[in-house]
């Protein structure tokens, strides 16, 4: 099987352009791929699909084999990958995800490369039913408290597609995200388990985000997560509808629109190509 490597601030995935090979079980192979030690290495799979209601169809594979409904910082690779290889040579094309039909921007320099892309993540979804997670189902949980690992913590939780839960903290280098962050995506409250981001606010305009993502462990970078944390800041007053998001892997613009949408624009970075036995 052909496959490329590529990041989104350095949240990695192996892509497999399925308009060239059939995978049959995409969830044991993410969990084969992603293995960093026997495997290629990624926080998972992602698999590049015709589609017969946009442009482009992606499916994403968490590493523990679980398939999400959305990834941000793929979807710009999968927009760059069928950009330069002439797949879809449009700069504005329509990208179908289990989050929606999702508008996307690329920004290619005279020689066809992209490296920017901006995408459309859609509008957020608030409410305890649409998260989703335990309480009255028309409910939002916005600074809401609840307990784990014999700590109060206050969560404000957000849906892109997929369940997140922004969790704002003083010292975000400091704070145990690999003791508490499995615990949280676990959590009793999380029927479909969650992804969590630790967020120190630096200003209005800049935030510091950690992510503990759903089926992957930490990653260096969440765009779904740096989304719904645009969502919270605004929700809890803590930063504006525009921000510049600072993730371990590189920095992610994001606007929370009047209108609805949440705009993201951010780095898709090819790394090698190569084969993997199926
Ligand atoms: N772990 C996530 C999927 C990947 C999302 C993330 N990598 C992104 O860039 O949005 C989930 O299970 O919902």
Redesign the pocket.
């Known amino acids: 099987m052909k496959f490329t490597k590529m990041h989104?601030a350095g949240?990695d995935?192996v892509y497999v352009n399925g308009f060239e090979e059939t995978i049959d079980n995409p969830e044991e192979l993410a969990v084969r791929v992603s293995d960093r030690h026997f495997g290629i290495g990624s926080?998972?799979l992602i698999l590049i699909l015709p589609s017969d209601r946009a442009d482009v169809r992606m499916r994403?594979f968490?590493a523990d084999g679980?398939?999400?409904?959305?990834?941000?910082?793929?979807?710009r690779c999968v927009a760059k990958f069928v950009y330069e290889r002439g797949l879809v040579r449009k700069e504005r094309l329509i990208i179908e995800t289990g989050a929606g039909l999702l508008p996307v921007e690329l920004f290619p320099d005279a020689g066809g490369r992209v490296d920017r892309v901006r995408v459309g993540m859609g509008e957020p979804r608030l409410t305890r039913g649409e998260i989703p997670m335990a309480g009255p189902a028309d409910e939002r949980a916005v600074d809401i408290p609840f307990e784990v690992a014999g700590r109060t913590l206050r969560a404000t939780c957000v849906s892109?597609?997929?369940?997140?839960c922004v969790i704002y903290v003083d010292d975000v280098d400091a704070f145990p995200v690999a003791e508490l962050g499995p615990q949280i995506e676990r959590h009793p409250l999380f029927p479909q388990?969650?992804?969590v981001e630790f967020v120190q606010v630096l200003s209005q305009g800049e935030v510091r985000q950690r992510?503990w993502?759903?089926?992957?462990g930490e990653?260096l970078?969440?765009?779904?997560?740096?989304?719904a944390v645009t969502v919270a800041g605004v929700l809890t007053g803590r930063s504006g509808r525009r921000i510049v998001n600072h993730l371990a892997g590189g920095d992610l613009v994001l606007e929370w629109l009047e209108a609805g949408p949440v705009l993201m624009t951010g780095p898709a970075t090819e790394v090698f190509s190569g084969e993997f036995p199926l």
Do not use: F, K, L, Q
Not at 160 to 164: A, E, K, T, V
Not at 213 to 216: L, P
């Open positions: 989104g949240n995935y926080d998972g994403i968490n679980s398939e999400a409904e959305m990834c941000g910082n793929g979807v892109m597609g997929n369940p997140h388990r969650t992804n992510t993502e759903r089926g992957a990653t970078a969440c765009g779904t997560g740096a989304a």
